[in-house]
T-cell receptor, first 115, second 111 residues
């Protein structure tokens, strides 16, 4: 068990470009969450998967954002036509579906800078 | 949206002193959790307190929960420089089991 891993850790892009982030959760965790965190703020919920099913999406997730978890393992978060306001840390977290203590296990995050 | 607000926003203390952070939230909860985040890193879970519990301890951490006031506090005793980090409370309201985070307290422990 190597924990939750995210890639890339840092991404600098120009406005209008598309970016994709990948998250590999802890292997036995079937719940996966994406959060966004801007400087000086707490993480804000974006979306949540149970296995491959996307069960909830925040209103923060505009139509430029799409997340997938095709085989119920890793997940991707794509942002199309990036805007400067998309600059943030994108955090992935996972937890077991049944049992466990309710805590989330976070990755180190993917920091996006849109120029 | 942020469920909780934390107070103070920033706290600076000397090593060995105790640090107290407070969290207020708005809706009924299943449990409340505290997380720590070092600068530029991910969040690490510290402690969870269920809605039917009033106090919980873990090492140098003590958490209290007052559901009538919709508030919680985190006490770190005998602080160390390595405790310097941001601390967030997070509430689990049961819907999808997602957590809703507060705005955080930035703690600095000076030698």
């Amino acid at each position: 068990d190597t924990g939750v891993s995210q890639d890339p850790r840092h991404k600098i892009t120009k406005r209008g470009q598309n970016v994709t982030f990948r998250c590999d959760p802890i292997s036995e965790h079937n719940r996966l969450y994406w959060y966004r965190q801007t400087l000086g703020q707490g993480p804000e919920f974006l979306t949540y998967f149970q296995n491959e099913a996307q069960l909830e999406k925040s209103r923060l997730l505009s139509d430029r954002f799409s997340a997938e978890r095709p085989k119920g393992s890793f997940s991707t978060l794509e942002i199309q036509r990036t805007e400067q306001g998309d600059s943030a840390m994108y955090l992935c977290a996972s937890r077991p579906g049944q049992g466990g203590t309710g805590e989330l296990f976070f990755g180190e995050g993917s920091r996006l800078t849109v120029l | 949206s942020q469920q909780g607000e934390e107070d103070p926003q920033a706290l600076s203390i000397q090593e060995g002193e105790n640090a107290t952070m407070n969290c207020s939230y708005k809706t009924s909860i299943n449990n409340l959790q505290w997380y720590r985040q070092n600068s530029g890193r991910g969040l690490v879970h510290l402690i969870l307190i269920r809605s039917n519990e009033r106090e919980k301890h873990s090492g140098r951490l003590r958490v209290t929960l007052d559901t009538s006031k919709k508030s919680s506090s985190l006490l770190i005793t005998a602080s160390r420089a390595a405790d310097t980090a941001s601390y967030f409370c997070a509430t689990d309201t049961g819907g999808g089991n997602k957590l809703t985070f507060g705005t955080g307290t930035q703690l600095k422990v000076e030698l």
